[in-house]
Structures are given as structure tokens and as C-alpha cells.
């Protein structure tokens, strides 16, 4: 069988053996995959610099029946994003979304708008764009692929339109919006219109048109939690960027 040649991103690495690597990426028309590079540790031509986290690259692989892993025998890098490198910051932001794709993304599961998403966003990060509106734009899109999108057409319990609730509430429980007579004491989180308009048009705006989205200092103050928590609600766990960001005093994730 010939060399199958795929455009993926590096999702994480680690040594398997003294020369082995086990590599994680997401391919543009196969989804998330899981392969071995012999020998990967010691080559100086086949694999130079190929598997850092969040490189675009070039791989070659073979597939073997009822095999889990794929065998890559030759990579190259396309796009490094060495900006984001070099900014700590950007780094654990693009090390949360990537963290992220595990657990929301079956082995094999081909998704090729999410790697267009997830290569627009991180082109733009090393572009020096507004870091904020990347990161959220991303991580709510990634989840909105995964089947956990907000429901912020009106509220979840009685069907009223956005346009008729005067005080919006999100709760974290329903996934969506809820006026104060559904919410029945239920805690949530109020949302500006504002905020409301500007998540709809983060969900259904085309990328890479999506990453022209700005935030007003109210709409960021009120985006920012809500979601850190309902990213830590849909995935089940805290991610290890998330603690890493956390112990750089960011307001992020």
C-alpha cells in the first residue's frame, strides 16, 4: 500500500522507547490520529523538528489493518507558529485548545472545518491579533463542533425569543439561556445583550470572517467565565494549560 501524504498539527508527543516517538495530530480529512515514528529520536533528515506541539506539518504514513496506530515514516514541517513560541502567554492559550481536542474527538473522526478553525486561529495568534477573541472564538467553536453548542436563541424553558428577555440568564446546567421565571432559583450567569449578540455571531459566523469579532470590556469581563466554566463542565475535567495559565495570573481559561 502507498504512503498516504496528510496536512495535520502536532497535538503532543512522547518518547516510546530510546528512539520512538508516539504522535498525536489532527489531519485535515482524517481527524485526530495516533502514530509511531521509528527512530524518531536520533533521525536528523526524515523528522527534523516535526512534532512540536502545534506545528502544521506533512506526514507520511502507512495504515495497517486493525491496527490502532499509524506508522509515520516521513514528516516536514509546513508552519511553525513561532510567535506564539515566544509569547508564554499565546503559548498556554494554544496549548488549551489543542489540550482540548482529546476529549472531544473520537480517533479517525474526520472533521476538516475543525482543522481549518484550528489553523486560521492559530495563524492569527501569530499575527498579533487580539489574543482574547482567538482564544474564545476557538475553544467555543471546538465545542460547538463537538456537539455542545450554547442555546442562545431564547429562553431553554418556555421558547420566549432573545429579543423578549429582558434580563437573560445563562445557566450552566441547561446549556443556555433562561429568563427568571424558567431559571425557577437555579444560579446562572447574567448576560448583557450585548454579550448574547456578540456569542451568536462567534457560533455561526464563517472563519476565517469570525476572527474580525471584537470585544467591548464588558463583553470580554462576561465571556471569560462563563466560558471557563462551561468548557470545564462539557470536557469533565480542568486542563493542564488551564492550571498552567492560572499560575501565570492570566484571566484566561
Given at each position: 500500500?502507498?504512503?498516504?501524504?496528510?496536512?495535520?498539527?502536532?497535538?503532543?508527543?512522547?518518547?516510546?522507547?530510546?528512539?520512538?516517538?508516539?504522535?498525536?495530530?489532527?489531519?485535515?480529512?482524517?481527524?485526530?490520529?495516533?502514530?509511531?515514528?521509528?527512530g524518531?529520536?536520533?533521525?536528523?533528515?526524515?523528522?527534523?523538528?516535526?512534532?512540536?506541539?502545534?506545528?502544521?506539518?506533512?506526514?507520511?504514513?502507512?495504515?495497517?489493518?486493525?491496527?490502532?496506530?499509524?506508522?509515520i515514516?516521513?514528516?516536514?514541517?509546513?508552519?511553525?507558529?513561532?510567535?506564539?513560541?515566544?509569547?508564554?502567554?499565546?503559548?498556554?492559550?494554544?496549548?488549551?485548545?489543542?489540550?482540548?481536542?482529546?476529549?472531544?474527538?473520537?480517533?479517525?473522526?474526520?472533521?476538516?472545518?475543525?482543522?481549518?478553525?484550528?489553523?486560521?486561529?492559530?495563524?492569527?495568534?501569530?499575527?498579533?491579533?487580539?489574543?482574547?477573541?482567538?482564544?474564545?472564538?476557538?475553544?467555543?467553536?471546538?465545542?460547538?463542533?463537538?456537539?455542545?453548542?450554547?442555546?442562545?436563541?431564547g429562553?431553554?424553558?418556555?421558547g420566549k425569543?432573545?429579543?423578549?428577555?429582558?434580563?437573560?440568564?445563562?445557566?450552566?446546567?441547561?446549556?443556555?439561556?433562561?429568563?427568571?421565571?424558567?431559571?425557577?432559583?437555579?444560579?446562572?450567569?447574567?448576560?448583557?445583550?450585548?454579550?448574547?449578540?456578540?456569542?451568536?455571531?462567534?457560533?455561526?459566523?464563517?472563519?476565517?470572517?469570525?476572527?474580525?469579532?471584537?470585544?467591548?470590556?464588558?463583553?470580554a469581563?462576561?465571556?471569560?467565565?462563563?466560558?471557563?466554566?462551561?468548557?470545564?463542565?462539557?470536557?469533565?475535567?480542568?486542563?493542564?494549560?488551564?492550571?498552567?495559565?492560572?499560575?501565570?495570573?492570566?484571566?484566561?481559561?
Amino acid at each position: 500500500m502507498p504512503a498516504q501524504v496528510v496536512e495535520a498539527i502536532i497535538l503532543q508527543e512522547e518518547p516510546y522507547g530510546e528512539s520512538d516517538l508516539l504522535v498525536e495530530f489532527f489531519s485535515r480529512f482524517q481527524g485526530r490520529l495516533k502514530g509511531m515514528a521509528k527512530g524518531a529520536k536520533k533521525s536528523k533528515k526524515r523528522f527534523v523538528h516535526c512534532f512540536e506541539p502545534l506545528n502544521r506539518v506533512r506526514l507520511w504514513l502507512f495504515e495497517k489493518p486493525n491496527y490502532s496506530l499509524v506508522r509515520i515514516d516521513q514528516g516536514e514541517v509546513i508552519e511553525s507558529f513561532s510567535e506564539i513560541r515566544r509569547h508564554l502567554r499565546k503559548w498556554g492559550l494554544a496549548l488549551y485548545c489543542v489540550e482540548m481536542i482529546p476529549s472531544l474527538f473520537a480517533v479517525a473522526d474526520p472533521h476538516p472545518e475543525v482543522f481549518e478553525l484550528l489553523k486560521q486561529a492559530l495563524g492569527r495568534l501569530a499575527e498579533k491579533k487580539p489574543e482574547q477573541e482567538i482564544f474564545e472564538i476557538l475553544r467555543l467553536r471546538l465545542l460547538r463542533a463537538a456537539g455542545y453548542g450554547l442555546h442562545l436563541d431564547g429562553c431553554t424553558g418556555c421558547g420566549k425569543k432573545v429579543e423578549e428577555l429582558r434580563e437573560p440568564v445563562f445557566s450552566f446546567t441547561g446549556g443556555g439561556l433562561y429568563c427568571p421565571a424558567c431559571l425557577q432559583g437555579e444560579s446562572g450567569q447574567c448576560l448583557s445583550r450585548g454579550t448574547v449578540e456578540t456569542l451568536r455571531r462567534m457560533m455561526t459566523m464563517a472563519v476565517p470572517q469570525v476572527f474580525r469579532i471584537r470585544f467591548t470590556r464588558e463583553v470580554a469581563e462576561e465571556i471569560e467565565p462563563l466560558m471557563h466554566t462551561f468548557t470545564e463542565q462539557m470536557l469533565g475535567k480542568t486542563l493542564k494549560a488551564a492550571r498552567y495559565l492560572k499560575q501565570m495570573q492570566e484571566p484566561y481559561g
